[in-house]
């Protein structure tokens, strides 16, 4: 038996729990169950670790999936709603979802949680991802269960379906690639890997009581940050600067014929809201070296494992 015993990922067929599963399956854990609701995530998971059990079902909806918590030593909860035109699937995926988590968390008298929140409950932004993100991590300090708080900003890595992956995907079909206004925009992206190696290590050591904006450790404007993965995968797009409001223009046409779009008004806000969060010395607190942001991206985009496998959205 490994040192983390029976873990329970819910909504772990993302970014996040893709690359997670892979870092606890480097480490010998094989009691992983991975519950989401999306078959096709699962199925891919399932085939690169055919040892970890995959349940399809909506945590918004209570039922036997809260079965599967039975004996766990650990929870890791990342369901949330990334992106989408109305409120509804956020309070819904984000907060419903984690009521029923939490509910069966302390039905099963499961005895620590590591709650996946975002460095966007810090933030000047008011959309509805921020919003539910900030009543899920009110409801995880609400439950008396032990638990450890991690922030994360903008993520990138493998399995990347919403953030640089679908970017860089982007950049390869069209010959234009549009910038909103100058691209001037600070970001402090965090290498997923990083992230699990921190996730890893919390299951290990179980802080309670504690939140961590785990911040990427280097900042790097926006334009930039395009620039450096249209050289990482050698497209020919042509990266032009277009004004704001016409970028603002174009996302809500798209929205109109997309009921899911990878980016959204309101993502264009939070990109340009000139949020900057604080850089704690994770390194040191988890034990983790930091990846630089050059090495990430060409092990996101050129792994032979994993860099091609494209995730549903």
């Not at 930091?290 to 494209?310: G, K, L, M, N, Q």
Request: glycine share 6%; net charge neutral; aromatic share 10%.
């Amino acid at each position: 038996m490994s040192e983390f015993g029976k873990i329970v990922i819910t909504g772990g067929a993302g970014l996040v729990g893709q690359n997670l599963v892979a870092r606890l399956e480097a480490e010998a854990c094989h009691d992983v169950v991975v519950i989401d609701k999306s078959a096709m995530n699962l199925a891919i998971l399932q085939r690169l670790h055919p040892q970890v059990s995959t349940i399809c079902a909506d945590l918004a909806e209570r039922g036997p999936w809260e079965q599967q918590l039975d004996g766990a030593d650990a929870v890791v909860m990342l369901q949330a709603q990334i992106s989408a035109t109305t409120l509804t699937p956020f309070v819904r995926n984000t907060v419903v979802s984690s009521q029923n988590v939490l509910g069966a968390i302390k039905a099963h008298g499961i005895p620590y949680l590591i709650h996946v929140s975002s460095s966007v409950v810090k933030s000047v932004a008011n959309d509805p991802y921020t919003t539910t993100k900030r009543d899920q991590e009110r409801l995880v300090a609400q439950s008396g269960i032990p638990h450890v708080v991690l922030r994360p900003t903008l993520m990138f890595g493998w399995f990347d379906r919403k953030h640089l992956g679908w970017l860089s995907r982007f950049m390869q079909r069209v010959p234009v690639f549009p910038i909103p206004g100058d691209g001037r925009y600070s970001r402090q992206p965090l290498y997923v890997g990083d992230f699990c190696e921190i996730i890893a290590s919390c299951l290990k050591s179980r802080p309670v009581a504690q939140t961590f904006d785990i911040t990427g450790r280097e900042r790097i404007d926006y334009i930039d940050m395009i620039r450096e993965i249209k050289k990482t995968i050698n497209a020919h797009c042509a990266v032009v600067r277009i004004p704001y409001r016409l970028f603002d223009w174009l996302l809500r046409l798209w929205a109109v014929f997309d009921r899911d779009p990878p980016f959204t008004t309101e993502q264009l806000a939070a990109l340009t809201a000139g949020d900057m969060f604080d850089v704690i010395d994770w390194e040191r607190i988890f034990g983790v070296n930091a990846t630089p942001f050059t090495v990430a991206i060409e092990r996101t985009f050129h792994d032979p494992r994993y860099s091609d496998i494209v995730l549903e959205f």
